[in-house]
């Protein structure tokens, strides 16, 4: 076997046969990477600029990074186990005769402690790992205490309640010490849900919302505390869906109490939002908006269902009560923070939109007067425009409102439909005819409001042949009028070279004669339908002839 020295031997020769066959070139100096200036000749920037990769300095940094998922799951899975084995042992034994109900329920609380404190034990060496052993502990203990009470009845409501508490609030101190949020989603789960088991526990719908209203402002406490939403957003709804279900189990007629604990949860859960911006500095990101929209939705039927049933006439009130203190939350909110908050503004946005449709617009207004709502949301969106700068924005749920409301009642009033009971009916047609084309004239001026010129005045010309229709009962006026806007149309795109204004003419042009052909002449005299034709012919020739004046201008 050959040594050491050999092989080097070789390495060497083999090197010096190498170099015979290369062409001589130029030897190279490198300059030094400790020297000052050799950074600058290889044209690296500092290290102090650009350290180098967390996974290049400590090559474990990156393989724990591809199996940290692994790890949790080995993890969770071996904690579930453990209390498998608990469950499985106590059964065993039961089955087999060796322990009494009263030593069954005392192994479960011992293998719950047991969990807890192997975890508190291993926390030094892996925080985040060891805290799985304390959480299968904690559902140990809940069984063990709902068992206890349901199944064996061992103990009494308040001996089951107090457990319960502590429970619960033991599993916020673990959830703090081992830095984990999965044991106050415990706790809020443990607390809420107690109830359910112990049906006893609120001797009245007073105590439940007590009860509820404390671990609320628990746990937005909690909340702001640990620095996650998440805690007292799953308190929130599990508050709402509880209480109901469990007050409508014990007592419906005590609706007050209902009432007011909805009230309570309200404010308890907006203060918690709101302080949690304000406490943290951070403004609500999308994906909470999106989580905390069902929750709005979800208080908003439940309320609104039982006013609607208690207190029909101040049901609509109270609605838009809830939504002004919503918006002045997030107003002071906007103050406090001195940031935009578009995530909290489209949140805020749809629940105001939402009351304002049903409470507002459906509930308060007559229906005699929609039509007129309608047709002042336009110029009350200029004056906002105007009083507030053209910059002002406008969340997307206020304009989808907005937008259904006229879509509504313009479908309303020029095709006629039930609206003989509105008052000035017949102008309504023309007055959204002047109204879209002012609106036409003015969103050309706003860049942010251009695309809706077009789609403006193509709707303001079919509300203003609706509204001859509904204005002349004979027909040939009818053609006539309509030939006329059309005119005017054209003369005033010729006017201000305007050839949007003339190509939109062609819409009026088309209905005029397609009214005529189909139906005017069919059903009229012989002399009528001598004196439509001669309008028609008129006013098409008449267009025509303008219409290719302003193609020339384009043309120049």
Same mark, same amino acid.
């Given at each position: 076997?050959?040594? &050491?020295?050999?092989?080097?031997?070789?390495?060497?020769?083999?090197?010096?046969?190498?170099?015979?066959?290369l062409?001589?070139?130029?030897?190279?100096?490198? /300059?030094?990477?400790?020297?000052?200036?050799?950074?600058?000749?290889l044209?690296?920037?500092?290290?102090?600029?650009?350290?180098?990769?967390?996974? &290049?300095?400590?090559?474990?940094?990156?393989?724990a990074?591809?199996?940290?998922?692994?790890?949790?799951?080995?993890?969770?899975?071996?904690?579930?186990?453990?209390?498998?084995?608990?469950?499985?042992?106590?059964?065993?034994a039961?089955?087999?005769?060796?322990?009494?109900p009263?030593?069954?329920?005392?192994?479960?609380?011992?293998?719950?402690?047991?969990?807890?404190?192997?975890?508190?034990?291993?926390?030094?060496?892996?925080?985040?790992?060891?805290?799985?052993?304390?959480?299968?502990?904690?559902?140990?203990?809940?069984?063990?205490?709902?068992?206890?009470?349901?199944?064996?009845?061992?103990?009494?409501?308040? $001996?089951?309640?107090?457990?319960?508490?502590?429970?619960?609030?033991?599993?916020?101190?673990?959830?703090?010490?081992?830095?984990?949020?999965?044991?106050?989603?415990?706790?809020v789960?443990?607390?809420?849900?107690?109830?359910?088991?112990?049906?006893?526990?609120?001797?009245? @719908?007073?105590?439940?919302?007590?009860?509820?209203?404390?671990?609320?402002?628990?746990?937005?406490?909690?909340s702001?505390? =640990?620095? +996650?939403?998440?805690?007292?957003?799953?308190?929130?709804?599990?508050?709402?869906?509880?209480?109901?279900?469990?007050?409508?189990?014990?007592?419906?007629?005590?609706?007050?109490?209902?009432?007011?604990?909805?009230?309570?949860?309200?404010?308890?859960?907006?203060?918690?939002?709101?302080?949690?911006? @304000?406490?943290?500095?951070?403004?609500?990101?999308?994906?909470?908006?999106?989580?905390?929209?069902?929750?709005?939705? =979800?208080?908003?039927?439940?309320?609104?269902?039982?006013?609607?049933?208690?207190?029909?006439?101040?049901?609509?009130?109270?609605?838009?009560?809830?939504?002004?203190?919503?918006?002045?939350?997030?107003?002071?909110?906007?103050?406090?923070?001195?940031?935009?908050?578009?995530?909290?503004?489209? $949140?805020?946005?749809?629940?105001?939109?939402?009351?304002?449709?049903?409470?507002?617009?459906m509930?308060?207004?007559?229906?005699?007067?929609?039509?007129?709502?309608?047709?002042?949301l336009?110029?009350?969106?200029?004056?906002?425009?105007?009083?507030?700068g053209?910059?002002?924005?406008?969340?997307?749920?206020?304009? =989808?409102?907005?937008?259904?409301?006229?879509?509504?009642?313009?479908?309303?009033?020029?095709?006629?439909?039930?609206?003989?009971?509105?008052?000035? +009916?017949?102008?309504?047609?023309?007055?959204?005819?002047?109204?879209?084309?002012?609106?036409?004239?003015?969103?050309?001026? &706003?860049?942010?409001?251009?695309?809706?010129?077009?789609?403006a005045?193509?709707?303001?010309?079919?509300?203003?042949?609706?509204?001859?229709?509904? =204005?002349?009962?004979?027909?040939?006026?009818?053609?006539?009028?309509?030939?006329?806007?059309?005119?005017?149309?054209?003369?005033?795109?010729?006017?201000?070279?305007?050839?949007?204004?003339?190509?939109?003419?062609?819409?009026?042009?088309?209905?005029?004669?397609?009214?005529?052909?189909l139906?005017?002449?069919?059903?009229?005299? /012989?002399?009528?339908?001598?004196g439509? $034709? @001669?309008?028609?012919?008129?006013?098409?020739?008449?267009?025509g002839?303008?219409?290719?004046?302003?193609?020339?201008?384009?043309?120049?």
């Amino acid at each position: 076997m050959k040594t &050491i020295q050999e092989r080097i031997a070789q390495i060497e020769a083999r090197l010096e046969r190498i170099e015979r066959f290369l062409p001589d070139m130029p030897a190279m100096e490198m /300059p030094e990477p400790d020297t000052p200036d050799a950074e600058e000749e290889l044209g690296a920037p500092p290290a102090a600029q650009t350290p180098p990769p967390r996974d &290049i300095l400590d090559p474990s940094f990156a393989a724990a990074s591809h199996t940290l998922s692994v790890t949790q799951i080995l993890g969770w899975t071996g904690a579930t186990a453990l209390v498998l084995a608990v469950a499985y042992l106590i059964r065993l034994a039961l089955d087999a005769g060796w322990l009494t109900p009263g030593r069954q329920l005392g192994l479960a609380v011992l293998s719950g402690f047991s969990l807890i404190g192997a975890g508190l034990w291993l926390r030094k060496s892996d925080r985040q790992y060891a805290s799985l052993l304390p959480a299968g502990g904690l559902v140990v203990l809940f069984l063990s205490i709902y068992g206890a009470h349901l199944y064996y009845h061992f103990i009494g409501v308040p $001996l089951a309640a107090g457990a319960v508490i502590l429970t619960c609030l033991a599993a916020l101190w673990l959830g703090r010490l081992f830095e984990s949020e999965l044991y106050a989603l415990f706790a809020v789960v443990g607390s809420y849900s107690a109830p359910f088991m112990m049906h006893t526990l609120a001797g009245s @719908v007073t105590d439940l919302v007590i009860y509820f209203s404390a671990w609320s402002v628990l746990f937005c406490m909690y909340s702001i505390w =640990i620095g +996650h939403r998440r805690t007292y957003l799953l308190a929130a709804y599990l508050s709402l869906l509880g209480f109901h279900f469990l007050w409508k189990e014990m007592a419906p007629d005590e609706w007050e109490a209902a009432f007011a604990f909805q009230v309570i949860q309200f404010l308890i859960f907006l203060g918690g939002a709101i302080g949690f911006s @304000v406490r943290h500095q951070r403004p609500m990101h999308k994906d909470e908006a999106i989580a905390h929209l069902p929750l709005l939705l =979800i208080f908003y039927a439940l309320q609104y269902s039982l006013l609607e049933n208690h207190l029909p006439a101040l049901a609509p009130w109270i609605a838009l009560g809830t939504a002004a203190v919503l918006l002045l939350a997030y107003l002071f909110a906007k103050h406090v923070l001195n940031q935009p908050l578009q995530s909290g503004s489209m $949140l805020v946005g749809a629940y105001v939109s939402l009351v304002l449709f049903h409470a507002g617009y459906m509930e308060l207004v007559p229906d005699e007067l929609t039509p007129w709502v309608a047709l002042l949301l336009l110029p009350a969106m200029g004056l906002y425009f105007y009083a507030r700068g053209k910059a002002s924005p406008v969340t997307m749920p206020v304009k =989808i409102l907005m937008a259904v409301i006229f879509a509504i009642n313009y479908q309303r009033v020029i095709l006629n439909l039930d609206i003989n009971e509105v008052p000035g +009916h017949q102008l309504l047609a023309l007055l959204f005819a002047v109204e879209l084309y002012v609106a036409y004239v003015l969103s050309r001026k &706003i860049p942010a409001l251009e695309s809706l010129s077009t789609p403006a005045l193509y709707v303001g010309h079919i509300a203003m042949m609706s509204a001859a229709v509904q =204005i002349f009962d004979d027909q040939l006026l009818i053609s006539l009028s309509w030939g006329v806007v059309a005119l005017a149309c054209l003369w005033l795109a010729f006017k201000y070279r305007d050839k949007a204004l003339g190509k939109s003419s062609l819409l009026i042009f088309a209905t005029s004669a397609a009214k005529v052909m189909l139906y005017d002449l069919s059903s009229s005299t /012989p002399l009528v339908r001598i004196g439509l $034709l @001669v309008v028609l012919g008129v006013t098409l020739y008449a267009g025509g002839w303008m219409y290719r004046k302003i193609e020339l201008i384009e043309a120049k």
